[in-house]
């Protein structure tokens, strides 16, 4: 399983971004993918969650303001994130589930810095 995670940069405050991550697999489906976080000293934090019924869930810090969506067919996701703020300046990871494998797959990080 490899998650290519790409879209970090850096933004002013109010600005916009878009996170994309893809999932190549083989033989086995994608239960759900997610967002995470995590800023310098602090610990990784969810961002966002999306399952193959394309329910979701976001942390209250981003609700509002963030929107993940999925491609089932592509294994792909992305991390809409509107009205950034400098707190959302973070390492963003994306991370998937998938049935059999368990929920232990990241891809590499990508940075998000929103000056003020």
């Known amino acids: 399983v490899q998650l290519q995670a790409s879209g970090g940069g850096l933004v002013q405050a109010g600005g916009s971004l878009r996170l994309s991550c893809a999932a190549s697999?083989?033989?086995?489906?994608?239960?759900?993918m997610a967002w995470y976080r995590q800023a310098p000293n602090k610990e990784r934090e969810l961002v966002a969650t999306?399952?193959?019924?394309?329910?979701?869930h976001y942390a209250d810090s981003v609700q509002g303001r963030f929107t993940i969506s999925r491609d089932n067919t592509k294994n792909t996701i992305w991390l809409q994130m509107n009205s950034l703020q400098p707190e959302d300046t973070a390492v963003y990871y994306c991370?998937?589930?998938?049935?059999?494998?368990?929920?232990?797959?990241w891809g590499q990080g990508t940075q998000v810095t929103v000056s003020s």
């Open positions: 991370n998937a589930e998938i049935y059999g494998l368990g929920n232990n797959h």
């Open positions: 697999i083989s033989g086995f489906s994608v239960k759900s």
């Open positions: 999306i399952n193959d019924n394309a329910a979701t």
